[in-house]
Structure formats: C-alpha cells, structure tokens
C-alpha cells in the first residue's frame, strides 16, 4: 500500500533533518581563520566577517547544535593561514585571492565556497616630497609589499599594466603595521597596501599618487571563502547552513543604508579613524563589493589572477578556477 503524498514529503524533510543532526552532532566547533587586518588590541578582518561577528550570525545559526565558533585572526595574514590549514589547524578561513591561491597550487585541498569581496581598491603610499607619481617613478625605489599575500599579487598587477614588473624595483617584504612604520619613518621610498595608507597621508606623513582606480581597476583585490576538503565533504549540511546563515551578514552589508554603521564597526574594530573608510568607500557602493555569488564575472577575474600569478612565478602550478568551486554548495547562499 503506497503512502499519501504528504507523508512521503514529511518522511524526506525528516530524514533531511536527521541526516543534518546527526552530521552537526559529530561536529562541536568550526574553526574559521582571518588575517587580523586592525591596529590596535581588537581584531578585524573587515568586510563581512566583522559584521558577521559583530551580529553573532553564525553562532545563533548553530547554536540549537550545540557547535562553537572558533575564531583564530593571524597578524601572519594569508601565509600564516595556509600553514594552518596545512596543518589541520582551521576549517574554512576568509583570505585574499593570492593567499587562496597559493594554497591551492602548492597541493592545499581546499574548496571555494564564497566571494566575500571584489574590487577592492589598492594604495601606492609615498614619502611626502619623494616625487614619484606614477609607477614609472618606482623604477630603483625600495618598495614595501607583504608577500604571499593579496597586495603583491595586486602589485604585480598593476605593474604589469604600465610595462612593469617587481624587477624593476626594490621589494622590502614587510607587513601592513610594519610597512606603515617604515613609510612613515623614510625607511622605504613607498608602500602598495590596502585603504590603511590613508591614515599617514591624514598625519602628512605620505603622499597617495594613485589607487588601481586610477589604473582602470588593474590590481584590485578579491577575497574568497575557502573550506578544507575534508570538512566541506565530511559536513556539507553545515557547510550549506553556514553559507546560507552567512547571507544574513551579505544582504545587510550591501544595503546602503548601512553604509555608516559598517564605516563606524569596522573602524572601531580596527583602531582606525572611521574617514579612513569612508574614504576608501566614497566612490564604491557597498552592494558592488560585497556580494557573495560566485558568478561568472567573479570567478573570470580569479581566473586572470591565477594565470597572472603564474606568470609571475607567485606559484608553480596554474589550475582552472572552476574545477575549485563546489558547485552543489554555492547555489546554497543565492
């Protein structure tokens, strides 16, 4: 005797909910990792992941699980990250492309989950009365980058764009704090970071030639999110859970009306003026920069920049972005 149609229905969603428990009860924390981008005694990674914390989100989502959210910020930044994957250490962690990237290339089994954030703007900081202008001007020049991680591959990006090359000048690998340090001591003749260059040029302690803005874009950063194979395969219910719980964070970070409260969070988190941000922000809505689809036209720009790495020697083996998407999971966070 066949079941009505209802209970059949109800027998799925059951045994949907049952595989899921099961699978969450197996689990008692996740373990997310993120370059600690703040200067101060707080941490912050920016973006989605300080609002995600400052909201709870993904602690409130499995709560009724009885699964923890471990947080670990790494001033190490992506190089430090990858160890730590290497190492069995972190779950999924919030990283910039190269980071992501080099990972993967160096045999990292990792999976893309996520966007997290997509164009975001770079800085060439200067000594003030230096007179470089233009990239050509770098030509010789001790330059600051932090290597292994977003900013040398978006340096290497917009060299490239003006006939350039990391050969043409002289690398100091130096970290955002320390870089700024330096800049601001005339150690170095420039640094190529992110929107925290602003606050010396605030003090008149550098001058802000150019941005990948006024480079048609050439070396604007993506970030992603990145799960180990081993937790996306062994856990895909909660992975799907935490992607759909992370849109919460994505659809109130893109509302422009937000714009301020996020401004005001993350400078609070970061220790950073809050004009900083907003005017890194000013010319660049929320909702062009954080959404979290793996659409085409992101996942081409991840493209260009594991081809563009390679072709740097950033990494050995170039690979197809797409064959790194989890396809069954992605459509989890539209």
Do not use: C
Not at 6 to 19: D, M, P
Not at 63 to 72: H, L, R, S, V, Y
Not at 77 to 92: S, T
Not at 176 to 189: E, H, P, R, T, W
């Amino acid at each position: 005797m066949s079941l009505p149609f209802k209970r059949v229905i109800s027998l799925f969603a059951l045994t949907g909910f049952l595989a899921f428990t099961a699978n969450a009860a197996e689990l008692k924390e996740i373990r997310i990792a993120v370059p600690d981008l703040s200067a101060g005694t707080q941490h912050s990674g920016g973006g989605v992941v300080d609002v995600l914390r400052d909201q709870q989100i993904f602690e409130k989502a499995f709560a009724e699980q009885g699964i923890k959210i471990q947080w670990n910020f790494f001033k190490g930044a992506g190089p430090v990250i990858n160890e730590a994957f290497a190492n069995g250490q972190v779950d999924l962690a919030y990283l910039g492309d190269l980071a992501a990237i080099i990972g993967k290339s160096n045999g990292l089994d990792t999976r893309l989950l996520s966007a997290s954030a997509r164009g975001v703007k770079h800085y060439l900081g200067v000594v003030p009365g230096s007179g470089i202008k233009t990239l050509q001007d770098l030509k010789g020049k001790r330059v600051a980058i932090f290597r292994g991680t977003a900013s040398q591959l978006s340096f290497d990006a917009a060299l490239a764009s003006q006939g350039l090359s990391e050969k043409d000048v002289k690398v100091i690998n130096l970290d955002f704090n320390a870089a700024v340090a330096a800049l601001a001591a005339k150690q170095i003749d420039a640094s190529w970071s992110g929107s925290g260059l602003t606050a010396l040029q605030a003090k008149g302690l550098a001058e802000l030639p150019l941005t990948t803005k006024d480079l048609a874009g050439a070396g604007s950063v993506q970030a992603v999110l990145v799960g180990t194979g081993k937790f996306v395969d062994e856990h895909p219910e909660v992975v799907a859970k935490l992607l759909k719980a992370q849109q919460q964070a994505v659809d109130w970070l893109t509302q422009e009306s937000n714009k301020d409260a996020y401004v005001q969070l993350v400078s609070g988190l970061a220790s950073y003026p809050p004009v900083i941000l907003s005017q890194d922000l000013q010319d660049q809505k929320l909702s062009e920069v954080f959404p979290s689809t793996l659409d085409p036209v992101f996942l081409g720009k991840l493209q260009d920049a594991v081809d563009l790495a390679a072709q740097q020697k950033l990494i050995r083996k170039p690979f197809k972005v797409s064959d790194w998407v989890v396809p069954e999971l992605a459509a989890a966070k539209l």
